[in-house]
């Protein structure tokens, strides 16, 4: 069974950057797409964007598109989402997600079977 567990939230100011990482244990890290999502307080989980198994396609909700990257590195077992030019409404709790079975992005948060604890980007104006 895979375990997630991301690490590098914050506090920054808007226009910022921040490199957020999702370290998984087990052995199947590789085998499925990966998935961010945030959720601000208040507000239902959303999804961010998503890598495949092989990390040749990935795909990005309109509000991160062109600001954020998500990139892994399947021999070190992570994944990562880098975020550029961070607005205020970007602040919530990021969650990453192993999306067990596919080997393709997707943004429904209930085809996502193994999440981590979160971590939490706060961004000030």
């Known amino acids: 069974q895979v375990q997630l567990v991301e690490s590098g939230g914050g506090l920054l100011q808007a226009g910022g950057s921040l490199r957020l990482s999702c370290a998984a244990s087990?052995?199947?890290?590789?085998?499925?797409?990966m998935g961010w999502f945030r959720q601000a307080p208040g507000e239902e989980r959303e999804f961010v964007g998503a890598?495949?198994?092989?990390?040749?396609?990935?795909s990005y909700a309109d509000s991160v598109k062109g600001r954020f990257t998500i990139s892994r590195e399947n021999a070190k077992n992570t994944a990562y989402l880098q975020m550029n030019n961070l607005k205020p409404e970007d602040t919530a709790v990021y969650y990453c997600?192993?999306?067990?079975?596919?080997?393709?992005?997707?943004?429904?948060?209930?085809?996502?079977?193994?999440w981590g604890q979160g971590t939490q980007v706060t961004v000030s104006s």
């Open positions: 997600a192993s999306r067990v079975g596919y080997f393709a992005t997707g943004a429904a948060p209930e085809t996502y079977s193994i």
């Open positions: 087990g052995r199947t890290f590789s085998s499925y797409a």
């Open positions: 890598i495949s198994r092989s990390g040749t396609s990935t």
